[in-house]
């Protein structure tokens, strides 16, 4: 099983998953309607470092981030 | 990276980051001070962080900088901000003007596009995602 | 624009800028410390300054700052400035941030190219002509 | 007559000439050997205004100032 967190503006709970690679936990998401405006525009974080690339794999307990277009300063 | 609950006490941040350097050699220190804009009737600006990889990201600037000789700072507020006061300041340290120079643009700049920080508008107390004002990330998209 | 007979007290100087723009709604405040630094054995720096031209050529860059919505700032110190002390602060306030990282970047330099301010190494007490660190102005060498 | 003044490190008290340009004045500043180290490098304002143009022309009580290379900051 792996987490997937939604930050920021996101108004969604976390969830867990099985998932091999990335390829599956975007294939699941997309399932959500809720997420249809997000994922285009969302960055992903895999423990906490950046990643882009769908084939990265994923092991038990590994915690995936969804991070929304980002405004500081 | 230092993060508060709170507006930025700018001129104790400005003058402990001079103190901290006072003997470094550092020939230029320039620092960008981002403060509230009364805009849009809004109240505050309200800010959310995912300290774990804004503090990778802030690491990796560290070691850029270091590589050439200089140093970067930054300091961000978390929660309400309100109008004239001051969510955001970074600065850098160098031996040289040029590259102090170069080395803020960047740096602030990337942290606009890349620091893991939602802006909200704050409005008869309400917080209101700034979407049309925010960027996606390096590398967004790729779960789409 | 203002000049100082020593070195700058750069926590004063930028908190007083902040306090006067606090309530102008400029989002974005960009100071330059230029500190003295050690190096070839020097005891200080020591600076001449034709206040007239300097304070045309400040003039001149208030207008063009005002003509984008900006303001600019400077201080400099007169005769010696220790090393590790502070000889220069200049800032940009502005609306916007790009505005302000370009503005600060090119008052900055021509300040270099075009300030009428003379720097010479001090050494044992002596005051020696920073010959190879200045720059001619703009339009030298027409009486040649 | 008008008046010349050397800025900076030119060490050079200033001197009265007649002069109807600014020629006028390079001419008598190149006979002058103490300058011609610095001429090729200095800029020159007339009343505080700087000026580029040999043909400007001068009149009596006017006042040029010779400046040498800068370095401010």
Redesign the interface.
């Known amino acids: 099983m792996i987490q997937v967190e939604f930050l920021g503006p996101i108004a969604k709970a976390p969830i867990e998953m099985e998932a091999a690679t990335l390829a599956d936990v975007s294939q699941k998401l997309k399932e959500d309607s809720t997420l249809t405006q997000w994922l285009d525009k969302c960055a992903v974080a895999l423990n906490d470092t950046m990643v882009n690339d769908l084939s990265t794999a994923l092991k038990d307990g590994d915690r995936v981030s969804i991070l929304p277009p980002v405004c500081g300063g | 990276m230092e993060l508060y609950n709170s507006p930025l006490d700018?001129?104790e941040i400005?003058?402990r980051w001079?103190d901290e350097h006072?003997?470094s050699?550092?020939?230029?220190?320039?620092?960008?001070?981002?403060?509230?804009?009364?805009?849009d009737g809004i109240e505050a600006l309200s800010?959310?962080?995912?300290e774990?990889?804004l503090q990778?990201w802030f690491d990796d600037w560290q070691k850029r900088a270091k590589a050439i000789g200089a140093v970067v700072k930054m300091a961000?507020s978390i929660g309400d901000v309100p109008v004239?006061t001051s969510?955001?300041v970074s600065a850098v340290f160098s031996?040289k003007?040029r590259v102090?120079?170069e080395l803020?643009?960047e740096f602030?700049?990337d942290?606009?596009?890349?620091?893991?920080?939602?802006?909200?508008d704050v409005k008869d107390g309400e917080r209101i995602?700034?979407?049309d004002?925010?960027?996606?990330?390096?590398?967004?998209?790729?779960?789409?």
Chains 1, 4 share one sequence.
Do not use: C, Q
């Open positions: 700018t001129k400005f003058g001079l006072a003997e050699n550092y020939g230029a220190y320039i620092p960008f001070v981002g403060t509230i804009r009364a805009e800010f959310d962080i995912y774990p990889v990778k961000h004239h969510s955001y031996p003007r102090a120079l803020i643009d602030v700049e942290f606009k596009a890349n620091a893991p920080i939602w802006k909200y995602y700034a979407a004002r925010s960027t996606p990330m390096d590398g967004a998209g790729v779960l789409s």
